[in-house]
T-cell receptor, first 119, second 112 residues
C-alpha cells in the first residue's frame, strides 16, 4: 500500500534532549512538509522540501532541523532550543513541487502524526 | 502574507440536514489552490475537496460542495445529508507556491 508513515505515534522526551521524528513516503512525491498542530489552532508549517538535499524554513522553524537525503524520507529533529515542543506533529507530501499554479495535483497527503510530550 | 480565517470555532447539525462552514482568505495573488481537509478523532488529515482559483465552476464531491467567491475571497463548504461520520474538525487551507496556510478549524458535530 502506498502512503506516508510516521513513527513513533507517541513520543516522550525529557527537557534538554533532542529527539527525531520519522517520516517516510512511498508515493514517489517530490515535496515533503512538516507541520505542528496545537489545540485550538490550525497547522503551522515548520519546514518543507521540494527536492532531495534542499529544504526551506516555514513560519516556526526555530528550534527544529530537518534533512532530505532521500526522496522518501524527511526526518524532523526537535532540538533542546525549542522552548515549547509539546504538540502534535504532522508530516505531508505532495506529488509535484509547489510553485506550479497550473499543476493538477497540489494537494498534500498527510501521515498519521506523532504526539510529542516533553516531561 | 496569505491568511485564512474560519470564523466558526464550533458548529452542530442534525443528521441528514445540511450545514455550511465558512472560510475567508486574504491574498493579492490571482492563481492559487484552496482545500477543505477533515480531521476526525483519529487525527488523520483527509482531503475533502479542492478548488483551483482559475476555475469558476464550484467543485463538488458527492455530498460535499463549495461556494467559491473569488472576488470576495470566500470559500465555504456545504455538507448535504450530514452523517454521523462527518463529525470532525474541518480545516480550510490555501496554497500558493509551496506556502500552505490553514485556518484554525471548525469543530463540526453531527447529532443523531
Amino acid at each position: 500500500d502506498g502512503g506516508i508513515t510516521q513513527s513513533p505515534k507517541y513520543l516522550f522526551r525529557k527537557e534538554g534532549q533532542n529527539v527525531t521524528l520519522s517520516c517516510e513516503q512511498n508515493l514517489n512525491h517530490d515535496a515533503m512538509y512538516w507541520y505542528r498542530q496545537d489545540p485550538g489552532q490550525g497547522l503551522r508549517l515548520i519546514y518543507y522540501s521540494q527536492i532531495v538535499n534542499d529544504f526551506q524554513k516555514g513560519d516556526i522553524a526555530e528550534g527544529y532541523s530537518v534533512s532530505r537525503e532521500k526522496k522518501e524520507s524527511f526526518p524532523l529533529t526537535v532540538t533542546s532550543a525549542q522552548k515549547n515542543p509539546t504538540a502534535f506533529y504532522l508530516c505531508a507530501s505532495s506529488i509535484e513541487p509547489p510553485g506550479n499554479p497550473y499543476g493538477t495535483y497540489n494537494e498534500q497527503f498527510f501521515g498519521p502524526g506523532t504526539r510529542l510530550t516533553v516531561l | 502574507a496569505q491568511t485564512v480565517t474560519q470564523s466558526q470555532p464550533e458548529m452542530s447539525v442534525q443528521e441528514a440536514e445540511t450545514v455550511t462552514l465558512s472560510c475567508t482568505y486574504d491574498t493579492s495573488e490571482n492563481n492559487y489552490y484552496l482545500f477543505w481537509y477533515k480531521q476526525p478523532p483519529s487525527r488523520q488529515m483527509i482531503l475533502v475537496i479542492r478548488q483551483e482559483a482559475y476555475k469558476q465552476q464550484n467543485a463538488t464531491e458527492n455530498r460535499f460542495s463549495v461556494n467559491f467567491q473569488k472576488a470576495a475571497k470566500s470559500f465555504s463548504l456545504k455538507i448535504s445529508d450530514s452523517q454521523l461520520g462527518d463529525t470532525a474538525m474541518y480545516f480550510c487551507a490555501f496554497i500558493l507556491s509551496g506556502d500552505m496556510r490553514f485556518g484554525a478549524g471548525t469543530r463540526l458535530t453531527v447529532k443523531p
